[in-house]
C-alpha cells in the first residue's frame, strides 16, 4: 500500500511542480470529494491485500482478483490495464496488472499464488469498469490457486480492512501535505479541505 501510495505522489508532485499555476487552477475547479473509509465500498465475504487487491474464493475453488474502491477513487477514470496472459503461473506479490490513465501507468501485484485461467476481457474495451464496479464487473482475473488456505491468512477481511485504510488516508495525507507545503500552501488548503477532505482521483488527475 504505502508503495503505491508513493509512487503516485511522486507523479502528482512532479506534475504540480511543472505547472502549479495550472494545478492551482484545475484544484479551485469542481471536484468530487475521496470517499472516507467509513463510506468506501468494502464488501464482506472478500480478502483484501495491501496492494489494494481483493481476492473471492467462488464455490468451484477457483479465485476472483480485482482492485479495491479505495485504489480506483485514488486514480480516477481508467482509460486501458494491460493484463497478464491467460495461462501465466503467478506467486503472491508477482506483478500482474498495469491500470493506465492518460499515459499514467501504475502497477499492481497478485494477492494470491496460481494460475490465470481468464481474464475480464469486457477490460479490453472498457477499462473504466474497474472505477464503475470494482468488484462485479470490473473484477480482472479468475485464478485457481496453489496455495489458498495459507495465503489467505495473510490478507484481511472487511472489518481489517477498513481499519488499514484509516492508515492509508492518514499516510496519503501527510504525503500530500509534504508535497503541496513547497511554496503552494494555498494550494495545499484547496486540496485538504476542512480536516484533510481529498479529491477524488487527485493524483493522477
Not at 479505495?70 to 493484463?83: A, E, S
Not at 497478464?84 to 496488472?97: M, N, Q, S, T
Not at 511554496?183 to 495545499?188: F, N, Q
Request: charge should be positive.
Amino acid at each position: 500500500g504505502g508503495l503505491i501510495i508513493a509512487t503516485l505522489v511522486i507523479n502528482a508532485s512532479l506534475r504540480y511542480k511543472k505547472n502549479k499555476k495550472a494545478a492551482f487552477k484545475q484544484a479551485n475547479s469542481e471536484y468530487t470529494h475521496l470517499p472516507d473509509e467509513n463510506s468506501l465500498i468494502i464488501p464482506k465475504g472478500l480478502y483484501f491485500d495491501k496492494t489494494h487487491t481483493w481476492a473471492f474464493l467462488e464455490e468451484n475453488g477457483i479465485v476472483k482478483v480485482g482492485v479495491d474502491d479505495f485504489l480506483q477513487h485514488i486514480t480516477g477514470p481508467l482509460t486501458r490495464v494491460k493484463m497478464g496472459k491467460k495461462g501465466k503461473i503467478v506467486k503472491r506479490g508477482d506483478h500482474i496488472l498495469s491500470v493506465i490513465q492518460n499515459g499514467k501507468q501504475l502497477n499492481l501485484y497478485a494477492p494470491v499464488s496460481g494460475t490465470i485461467i481468464e481474464q475480464n476481457k469486457d477490460l479490453e474495451t472498457n477499462s473504466s469498469l474497474i472505477n464503475s464496479s470494482p468488484y462485479n464487473s470490473g473484477w480482472i482475473y479468475k485464478i485457481d490457486p496453489t496455495n489458498w488456505h495459507r495465503e489467505n491468512q495473510l490478507l484481511f477481511m472487511a472489518g481489517k480492512q477498513r481499519e488499514f485504510l484509516k492508515t492509508e488516508y492518514s499516510r496519503l495525507k501527510d504525503f500530500l501535505a509534504v508535497v503541496l507545503n513547497d511554496d503552494s500552501e494555498k494550494y495545499s488548503q484547496v486540496i485538504l479541505q476542512d480536516g484533510g477532505e481529498i479529491r477524488d482521483g487527485t493524483l493522477w488527475a
